[in-house]
């Protein structure tokens, strides 16, 4: 093989590598089991018969400084509501701009992979819940005694 040839086509091209995020090991470990506690409980008979007569089951609320977010479970999965503010806006006579979105966040909750893909998004708000995942260990418990009441759990970083 000759060490000469090169892809056509790639030239002038940036690389599109995305860096992963740096977390300790104690919060990688909080991580994996808040994401293993949330996906467990979406999983369960409980969960799938709730969602049979209801449309949705609400389990958290965060509020960041920059994103408010609410997650969910639904019969396509668990789902991320978010809002971010993006700042003013000069070119809009000062506006304040906000995104809105829904998005399904099963492939997060998935071992290793998920994870892996959570440290390298871009997504302001999916940072926004890893800070809190990381910070704060979700009890089984509380998530239970929150949809019992009909309630969701609210964390705050403000």
């Known amino acids: 093989m000759s060490r000469g040839k090169g892809v056509a086509g790639k030239t002038g091209k940036k690389s599109s590598r995305v860096h992963m995020r740096k977390i300790s090991d104690e919060e990688l ?5 808040n994401l293993q506690t949330v996906w467990g409980i979406y999983c369960t008979p409980e969960i799938k018969e709730i969602l049979s007569k209801k449309q949705d089951v609400k389990l958290l609320t965060i509020d960041d400084s920059n994103v408010c977010f609410n997650i969910g479970f639904t019969n396509k999965g668990i789902l991320m509501e978010y809002e971010i503010d993006m700042g003013d806006r000069k070119e809009l006579a000062g506006a304040r701009v906000y995104k809105q ?54 964390l705050s970083t403000i």
Request: charged share 35%; proline share 2%.
């Open 101 to 154: 979105d829904r998005i399904i966040i099963n492939r997060y909750f998935a071992p290793e992979r998920g994870i892996e893909e959570l440290l390298k998004t871009t997504n302001d708000a999916l940072h926004a819940m890893v800070d809190i995942l990381i910070d704060r260990e979700l009890s089984e418990s509380d998530i239970w005694n929150a949809i019992e009441k009909g309630e969701q759990i609210h």
């Open 29 to 33: 470990a909080r991580l994996k089991q």
